[in-house]
């Protein structure tokens, strides 16, 4: 079970008689790039913030990083890094004192702040921007370092909504290069997109359908049990059957 970054057994969300998650089900493996997938209204926003300990969920179980959901939300939050589709660094701070700000939130030494924000700064080509407000990078660079400051330090799992909304294609591959690294580190992505080709660069994708996880495979084996040649088209084809329309 040391493996498993996230189990969740019938994990269930009700708003009065609105149920907008119904028991999903599913594991994340350490390391594993796993995409979480769903058009609007499907649930999958929900799903996320009780994994993140943002939200108490109604019935259910689930551990995250090894911990409850529901006694021990503050310490999942200790132990993730979480990326919102909202870019969600301080413009008017500089480069520096972004990192710094969020490295001192997460408890980590001077020295350790010190030694890691250089050798991102150097990742990511940003020495020399170092000390230039947030505000005056281009949204690419402002993507990968919101990436680079969720993961600084070092959780085992990062969640990453929608994180390459509005870049161009270039930068989402590069900011795909920056998760794929990760991975390779040991931190577990979950993440979600409405990016089909995305969902191609994903371990496992899981595809929710008004509040239940409808599908959940590799990429290839979606594509062989659904006939289709695409991720488009498997999506497309589950999302037909949505009733819901907003999350």
């Known amino acids: 079970m040391a493996d498993k970054v996230i189990i969740a057994e019938k994990l269930t969300k009700r708003f009065g008689d609105f149920t907008a998650v119904d028991a999903i089900s599913f594991e994340v493996n350490r390391g594993e790039i796993f995409g979480f997938l769903g058009a609007n209204g499907a649930g999958k926003t929900t799903a996320m913030r009780m994994l993140s300990g943002l939200s108490m969920p109604t019935s259910g179980k689930a551990t995250v990083a090894g911990f409850d959901v529901y006694r021990e939300n503050e310490k999942i939050k200790r132990n993730i890094g979480y990326m919102s589709q909202k870019f969600s660094l301080y413009e008017d701070l500089t480069v520096r004192e972004n990192i710094r700000f969020y490295a001192g939130i997460y408890g980590k ?42 993961i600084f330090h070092e ?5 990453l909504d929608e994180p390459t909304g509005g870049v161009d294609p270039v930068t989402r591959r590069e900011f795909w290069n920056l998760i794929y690294e990760a991975a390779a580190s040991g931190i577990t992505v979950f993440v979600t997109t409405h990016y089909m080709d995305e969902a191609e660069y994903c371990n496992r994708v899981s595809i929710m359908v008004d509040g239940r996880i409808d599908a959940l495979d590799t990429p290839g084996g979606l594509k062989r049990s659904f006939n289709a040649v695409s991720m488009d088209e498997v999506f ?7 009733v819901r329309t907003a999350d």
């Open 236 to 242: 497309l084809k589950l999302a037909r059957k949505a």
């Open 109 to 150: 030494s001077s020295s350790f702040i010190r030694e890691k924000t250089n050798s991102v700064l150097q990742e990511l080509h940003l020495t020399g921007e170092a000390d230039k407000l947030v505000r005056s990078l281009p949204l690419g660079w402002k993507q990968k370092l919101a990436f680079s400051v969720a």
């Open 155 to 159: 959780p085992r799992l990062v969640f």
